[in-house]
């Protein structure tokens, strides 16, 4: 993902077109090209190819047939998201987060700037650290210290056709409000006065995942107030090794001869419910695609 010299935000797929070698290995930067870090082929920052070692003497070669395979991508609150299907895919992205930002205000997502990210190496399947993110009912036994931050007596989850809600007034003052959404299916926001924190969840494997926890603050946070941040990265750190750790357990448990299926609670597990009603639907549509094949 890169903005060229006009500002113009592009996304493109991380492969030469010469013999399939990587444009970037870091995570993040500033360059005047992509350069294939495997022969060295350059593009433009529109991904256009530009420069071509030793193929003066190719015949039948035409730059202009070997510019970079672009990506869909888009804006919302300052996040970027790529879209790898097809165009005409039936959910936009506005349709994606429809009514966040409104239900969330005076909360602005949009003014907050990235401050840093962690990556967490989680031994449990995806869709356990997802079950395990989409219900408060684990709160009391699992994050004592988060009940005295948040008013449990007060915590609610409220659905919607691509997403869930959990949220609920601070302790501290009732008038403000902690607002955990997640959008199917792997991205998370995290909300609080003066700062948010976005989670994907990224699968690799049956029993293993990867988290990237990002934090965000209003730049006069940052530039002034490292103590804040500090303490809110160190009381955030604390809460996800304790989801880490009972999602190992629970990784465990669910391969025992003793564990077949569960129930749900109306009340305080309505949100995993309709994760898992979405994951059915996509297998249906996946396995409906593979037979239309």
């Not at 022969?39 to 256009?48: A, Q, S, V």
């Not at 919302?76 to 299907?85: A, C, G, Y």
């Not at 205000?105 to 356990?128: G, I, M």
């Not at 988290?211 to 940052?222: E, G, L, N, Q």
């Amino acid at each position: 993902v890169v903005r060229d010299r006009d500002a113009t935000l592009r996304a493109f797929y991380n492969v030469c077109k010469h013999r399939g070698g990587p444009l970037v290995t870091a995570d993040c930067g500033t360059l005047r090209m992509l350069q294939c870090q495997y022969h060295g082929w350059t593009y433009r920052l529109d991904g256009m190819l530009r420069g071509v070692p030793r193929f003066d003497r190719t015949e039948l070669f035409d730059r202009r047939d070997y510019g970079l395979t672009e990506i869909e991508v888009a804006l919302w609150s300052e996040m970027v998201f790529v879209r790898l299907n097809p165009p005409g895919d039936a959910i936009t992205l506005g349709s994606l987060f429809d009514g966040i930002a409104q239900n969330i205000a005076p909360l602005r997502l949009d003014q907050l700037e990235f401050e840093r990210r962690v990556t967490y190496d989680v031994p449990c399947n995806w869709k356990v650290y997802v079950d395990n993110y989409l219900e408060g009912y684990h709160l009391p036994l699992v994050h004592p210290e988060l009940c005295d931050v948040l008013d449990y007596r007060e915590y609610e989850t409220v659905t919607f056709e691509n997403y869930s809600l959990q949220h609920s007034p601070l302790q501290h003052d009732d008038t403000e409000r902690a607002f955990y959404y997640f959008v199917y299916p792997n991205f998370m926001l995290n909300i609080l006065p003066d700062r948010l924190q976005t989670n994907v969840v990224i699968p690799d494997g049956p029993d293993h995942c990867f988290v990237h926890f990002d934090y965000y603050y209003p730049a006069s946070v940052i530039a002034e107030n490292r103590a804040t941040i500090e303490a809110d990265q160190s009381f955030a750190e604390k809460v996800q090794q304790e989801d880490i750790d009972i999602c190992r357990h629970v990784q465990r448990g669910l391969k025992s001869r003793a564990y077949d299926r569960g129930r749900f609670s109306y009340d305080a597990e309505n949100g995993v419910h309709h994760f898992q009603c979405l994951l059915k639907r996509s297998y249906a549509e996946h396995l409906s695609a593979a037979g239309d094949d």
